[in-house]
């Protein structure tokens, strides 16, 4: 039996580095040796309270990038060993009613996503099953693209979508809660989609002074500044056209209606804690603003292929990585997140 070392989840809080079996090749799949492992808000989350599709052990991670080192037989396209690629983490099944309305593949109703439904990128290698190359999901990255960076456009494809969906458009105001690697992302796409006054708030001082550079007008301490007040006052006393909740908690849900213009929208990008999920809403606001409230969760191939093409043209700022950490160290990195001293953290499974 060939070993691998791998980062396993075994309970709440809990992870083992340690060696496990090495995925065995599929004559329809490839092996991919794991170069740099994005760690999401939502790995975070899925190791603090658990995910309702991950089931102990389990190796998660799905913001994935590596090389190529071994090939199914039954594998037709053109891929050589040694080729540099990305994985776009969502399989569709290309069948479902999502699936073939509009852009909702990523609402298909059996999406399997590495890191949950398969084992993820949490290792030195990761089985790649053969629905996740005919599909498309594998994208080659040219040498010039470090794997470091490549792993963003996982996030970023999320972010493009929801931007979509709230049609974030020429000379609107946009406020952020929550300075994160997504709020940051959602400060860039912003910008690229021509909003002129973009604020970016948050309770944690010191990752706000990291985010100035993200494309951000307007930085708040909302644990020390009135929110609500500041985005009237750079509106003439409207509010904005958007409010985008890019943080896994509740609170800000109603404080974002109350900063929106008429007909503003509201996104609810931060999903919460499994065990706690409500929230609270002025539904007479919403009603006589006649506001919009939206969901944003995944994304579709088009959406990941754009944040591919937007990393490739340096039209992100590279900067959002803040570190990069051994895979082993995985518990720090959350912490530093919690901590709010990192944005991005990268993990790499070769690093000592
Ligand atoms: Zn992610
Ligand atoms: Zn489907």
């Known amino acids: 039996m060939e070993t691998m070392k791998a980062l396993v ?39 603090v309270h658990g995910h309702s599709k991950v089931k102990y052990p389990a190796i998660i ?65 990761m089985a790649i099953p053969g629905v996740g190359i005919e599909k498309g999901q594998i994208i080659r990255i040219p040498d010039e693209i470090d794997f470091d960076e490549i792993i963003i456009v996982e996030l970023l494809a999320s972010v493009i979508k929801s931007q979509e969906h709230m049609r974030v458009s020429l000379g609107d105001t946009v406020v952020i809660i929550g300075s994160g690697p997504i709020g940051c992302l959602h400060a860039q796409i912003a910008k690229l989609r021509g909003a002129t006054k973009i604020v970016m708030a948050d309770i944690n001082q010191e990752r706000l002074s990291m985010v100035g550079k993200f494309g951000a007008t307007h930085l708040v301490n909302s644990g020390q500044e009135d929110l609500v007040k500041i985005v009237k006052e750079i509106t003439n006393g409207r509010g904005a056209d958007v409010v985008i909740v890019a943080a896994p908690t509740a609170e800000p849900h ?10 503003g929208r509201l996104s609810m990008f931060g999903g919460l804690n499994k065990d706690n999920p409500w929230t609270k809403l002025d539904a007479n606001l919403i009603h006589y603003n006649r506001l919009e409230i939206h969901g944003a969760y995944s994304y579709s191939f088009a959406n990941f292929m754009q944040g591919f093409e937007l990393v490739l043209a340096g039209k992100i700022n590279k900067d959002i990585v803040t570190h990069k950490i051994p895979l082993k160290d995985m518990p720090e990195g959350v912490k530093l997140i919690q901590a709010g001293k990192a944005i991005k953290v990268v993990l790499k499974p070769w690093m000592e």
């Open 254 to 263: 109603q404080q974002g209606l109350e900063m929106l213009r008429k007909e």
């Open 61 to 125: 991670g799905h913001e994935n990038a590596g090389v190529i080192v071994e090939i199914g037989e039954e594998v037709k396209a053109d891929w050589k060993v040694g080729d540099r690629v990305i994985v776009n983490p969502a399989i569709p099944c290309g069948k479902c009613y999502y699936c073939t309305h509009d852009d909702m593949s990523g609402l298909c109703e059996i999406l399997s996503v590495y890191g949950n439904d398969i084992p993820g990128g949490f290792a030195q290698y």
């Open 9 to 47: 989840l075994t309970g709440k809080q809990q992870a083992e580095y340690i060696d496990v079996e090495k995925p065995v090749c599929a004559k329809d799949g490839m092996i991919l040796k794991i170069e740099a492992v994005g760690l999401c808000g939502s790995d975070v989350r899925t190791y």
